[in-house]
């Protein structure tokens, strides 16, 4: 059964590019959260999806913004790059919105705004 | 959104029993308390979570205070693997969903 996974593993963009970043959830899982992590930091809540909605929101501005297609995926987009946008961007998937079951983390994307 | 305080660091003996604390003060009473951990920028891993209750699984012990302002996660006999960031998280209830809310996390080193 194979857990989270995201794509891609590393990025480099430069400042005012755009960026998509995606996630498959595990199994059987069909919310997906998105975090922002930087270096030494505790990931950052940046939104969640649940039945190809955006359900909850993050302190982060309109640049982030997503996306959940039916087969439960997620895509994470990210507008005009700023260097403070580099950082690990982890998905996490969980069974409904999350009340009873545990969120299971992918390995992330590293992304590098130059 | 409760927010969590744990140390930075702390070193335990391998083999012996790791004790991690952390205060979330602020805590409402239908807020659970999460713990993972995350070794070298992987994804975090899920440990244990409580509400009001200690709870123990195979991996660790969790220790509530009657009040809910703190916990302790307790790894009882740790190894060098469980050299890691560990995070104590307020799980909030907003806008009909859950979300986790992670705070600067305690990073362990588990020495030979």
């Known amino acids: 059964d194979a857990g989270v996974t995201q794509s891609p593993t590393h990025l480099i963009k430069t400042r005012g590019q755009q960026v998509t970043l995606r996630c498959s959830p595990k199994s059987g899982h069909d919310t997906v959260s998105w975090y922002q992590q930087a270096l030494g930091q505790g990931p950052q809540f940046i939104f969640q999806y649940y039945e190809e909605e955006e359900r909850q929101r993050g302190n982060f501005p309109d640049r982030f913004s997503g996306h959940q297609f039916p087969n439960y995926s997620s895509e994470l987009n990210v507008n005009a790059l700023l260097l403070g946008d580099s950082a690990l961007y982890l998905c996490?998937?969980?069974?409904?919105?999350?009340?009873?079951?545990?969120?299971?983390f992918g390995p992330g994307t590293r992304l590098t705004v130059t | 959104d409760a927010k969590t305080t744990q140390p930075p660091s702390m070193d335990c003996a391998e083999g012996r029993a790791a004790n991690l604390p952390c205060n979330h003060s602020?805590?409402?009473?239908?807020?659970?308390v999460y713990w993972y951990r995350q070794i070298h920028s992987q994804g975090p891993q899920y440990i244990i979570h409580?509400?009001?209750n200690n709870e123990t699984n195979e991996m660790a012990s969790l220790i509530i205070t009657e009040d809910r302002k703190s916990s302790t996660l307790i790894l009882p006999h740790a190894t060098l693997r469980d050299t890691a960031v560990y995070y104590c998280?307020?799980?909030?209830?907003?806008?009909?969903?859950?979300?986790?809310?992670f705070g600067t996390g305690t990073r362990l080193k588990v020495l030979a």
């Open positions: 602020t805590i409402s009473g239908n807020e659970y």
């Open positions: 996490a998937s969980s069974d409904g919105t999350g009340y009873l079951s545990e969120q299971y």
């Open positions: 409580g509400l009001k």
């Open positions: 998280i307020v799980r909030a209830y907003t806008s009909g969903t859950y979300k986790y809310i």
